[in-house]
């Protein structure tokens, strides 16, 4: 470092300085902050200038000190599998339509997010069921729609009317879970309905790679 700040005195000081007999040889001939980094060419300072230990995390910028806790926890992969981030990210597979005239009684696969990465996750699905063609029950009947998200083995369930009275009625189904995944694994959802057949759209599937997610069963 002091031989990087005699250079810079030097070449800016030309030989005016050389001439006035005044030379730099020792950083305590510099008052604090006499010299600033607008003074300092740009590569001028490299890494082999700076002593080991002699710029730390509280000397950088803020923005610089968060990229380098992200990246050594992205290096521990505290809480997850071997190689698991810290850092979220996030994953969707979607299908805006289908199938089609799914008949009832028998579950059909809506969506497929092929081969999840391992790492720990909080998974979420979504589709839309309407009866289709329309519903032609009985006015004191209706018809149910049943959707499970399967996450390698891990289920959540969702159930609506999709008709009632004889008359369509479309229904949002939402299912969510969390996941440790030790291996690649597909994530899917399945619906069935009781009576009419039906038709699915907007179906997503998005998977939140997260640090860990702790799991336990409660009482009310």
Known sequence: MVVAV?????????????????LIRHSSQIRSRVITGSNIALGTIKSGNLARGSVRQAN???DLR??????????????????ASNVSSAVE???????????PGTPARIATMHGLAPGVYAIFGKTVIAAEPQPTLANDLHSGAQCALDAAGDKDVASASIAVSARNSPSTLNMQVTRTLDRPADVTIECSSDYSSFSATDSTIIAIKVANAPKSAVGG
């Open 6 to 22: 005699i250079a810079l005195v030097m070449s800016t000081a030309g030989t005016g300085l050389a001439a006035s007999g005044v």
């Open 60 to 62: 950088l910028d803020a």
């Open 66 to 83: 968060n990229l380098i806790l992200a990246g050594a926890a992205n290096r521990a992969g505290a809480g997850g599998p071997a190689g």
């Open 93 to 103: 597979a979607y299908r805006k339509s289908g199938p089609q005239k799914a008949p």
